[in-house]
């Protein structure tokens, strides 16, 4: 079972390295949106409202893609946790977990800071909110990835894209000056 505990420990390795690398290039791809917004948002060119919309659009879908992409991998991850124990023998049950930090036996306090922070309670909201857009089955009721920065920066990012569309409208509309 060592060999097997090590290709599990591998496989893990690599959805963290995936959520990585996702992150990166969404971070990279909203910052290089982000800027181009800030260029002409302050502009009155209806080219200019255009491409805020276009540019907020893109990016809304971008972080809805990539809160996906994290939610595929951190089920993968459970995946591979639930199949190790299954699989698990007693003897390999004094061994180092597969993972360290896991949520299924933290401490009262860790919990207690994760999920009742006004920043877990701002996440869970607004994962609620997503996950009823792009109708994702909730993955997160044992208490797994509510709490994640990771899964809620890009959720954040739509959020924050999606008020910059409204606050144009708003000013196409004339109700902001």
């Known amino acids: 079972m060592k060999e097997k505990k090590e290709i599990i420990r591998e496989m893990i390795k690599h959805e963290n390295e995936l959520t990585n690398h996702r992150l990166n290039w969404m971070i990279a791809t909203q910052g290089l949106m982000l800027v181009s917004v800030a260029n002409v948002i302050t502009k009155t060119q209806p080219e200019s409202t255009l491409l805020v919309f276009l540019v907020s659009t893109i990016g809304v879908f971008v972080s809805l893609a990539t809160v996906i992409g994290l939610r595929g991998s951190g089920i993968a ?96 509309i004339g109700w902001l000056p």
Request: one cysteine or more.
């Open 77 to 172: 991850v459970r995946n591979l946790m639930v199949w190790y124990k299954e699989h698990q023998s007693d003897e390999e049950g004094s061994d180092p977990p597969v993972i360290g930090f896991r949520r299924d036996n933290e401490s009262e306090e860790v919990r207690r800071v994760l999920r009742n922070s006004p920043f877990g309670k701002v996440c869970k909201i607004m994962i609620l909110i997503v996950e009823k857009i792009i109708g994702v089955e909730r993955y997160w009721d044992n208490g797994e990835m509510i709490d994640a920065a990771w899964v809620c920066i890009p959720i954040f990012f739509a959020f924050a894209w999606s008020l910059m569309i409204l606050f144009k409208i708003f000013f196409i």
